[in-house]
């Protein structure tokens, strides 16, 4: 063993030694390399969902990439690609080289969808006691 690498080894040897001693790390030591509980680091990440959250709302929007918008959708990137050629769905903007979309307007398109009209209660009832018209009377 070389002189430096023996005055080397020898704070980190003294380090251990403490840290052994008081079951903590000595203030020299930096605690990063400690390992964090599954709490203190969901903690952390809520905290910092909650920033980009508090970031995004005064803005009133954000940027979506293309996986979250296949997800709010329900299609797949050929068909959403299709509708913005044709003119259905707002196109996105390019941010870096990745295409992002403005989320004001991804809602304004969700709002103008048309609402499902649902069904008279009679027709309703029959699909729901399995049949699909009236009963059939046997004469006899």
Same mark, same amino acid.
């Given at each position: 063993m070389s002189p430096n690498a023996s005055t080397v080894a020898a704070p980190a040897k003294k380090a251990a030694a403490l840290k052994a001693a008081s079951g903590r790390a000595p203030p020299g030591i930096n605690e990063h390399h400690q390992k964090k509980s599954a709490a203190t680091k969901a903690k952390a990440f809520a905290a910092k969902v909650a920033a980009l959250q508090a970031a995004s709302e005064?803005?009133?929007?954000r940027?979506?990439? $293309?996986?979250?918008?296949?997800?709010?959708? =329900?299609?797949?990137?050929?068909?959403? #690609?299709? %509708?913005? !050629?044709? =003119?259905?769905? +707002?196109?996105?903007? @390019?941010?870096?080289?990745?295409?992002? %979309? @403005?989320?004001?307007?991804?809602?304004? #398109? *969700?709002?103008? *969808?048309? @609402?499902? !009209?649902? $069904? +008279?209660?009679?027709?309703?009832?029959? $699909?729901? !006691? =399995? !049949? $699909? =018209? +009236?009963?059939?009377v046997s004469t006899g």
């Open positions: 005064p803005l009133g929007y940027l979506m990439s $293309k996986p979250e918008i296949c997800a709010l959708v =329900g299609a797949s990137y050929p068909a959403i #690609w299709q %509708w913005m !050629r044709d =003119g259905k769905f +707002p196109r996105p903007r @390019v941010l870096f080289g990745r295409s992002m %979309w @403005v989320s004001t307007e991804i809602e304004q #398109w *969700l709002a103008k *969808l048309p @609402v499902r !009209r649902l $069904k +008279p209660p009679d027709q309703a009832n029959n $699909k729901a !006691r =399995g !049949r $699909k =018209g +009236p009963a059939n």
